[in-house]
């Protein structure tokens, strides 16, 4: 009795017995899995990406925000020091240029940065609530 898995039309290696064709559709179905798992994965990995650029993008504007703010205090700061120091050495007043001059100095030792430190622990703690 000849094989079924023999050469039926030329150029076929063999032909599938329904044994064969099970197991291609068990490899069919094993497939399909594998790639639904993957496409499964690749989605969690995309939202896990989502939300991280969410927190940088908050925490950037957050950052952003404050320097903004802590710059431009300073900066209003700083103008009154010198607007008081060019009125003292004006007037001629030691007393007045001694107290410009060294609260100029102290403001140039505090670096807003300073809390930034503070910040990051803040940024760093997943149930830290911040409002900005």
């Keep these: 009795m000849p094989d079924a898995r023999r050469n039926a039309v030329k150029g076929v290696a063999w032909v599938a017995t329904t044994p064969d064709a099970a197991q291609y559709l068990v ?55 010198f607007t008081r120091l060019d009125k003292a050495i004006e007037d001629r007043d030691p007393e ?13 030792k505090h670096s807003p940065l300073n809390d930034i430190v503070e910040l990051r622990s803040l940024w760093a703690d997943p149930n830290a609530v911040i409002e900005i």
């Design 27 to 81: 490899e069919i179905v094993g497939i399909v899995k594998a790639i639904d798992a993957n496409m499964t994965e690749r989605a969690r990995i995309a939202a896990d990406r989502d939300k991280e650029i969410a927190r940088i993008n908050a925490a950037s504007q957050g950052l952003r925000d404050y320097l903004d703010r802590v710059f431009a205090e300073r900066r209003e700061l700083h103008q009154g020091f």
């Design 96 to 108: 007045t240029i001694r107290a410009c001059v060294t609260g100029i100095v102290e403001v140039a």
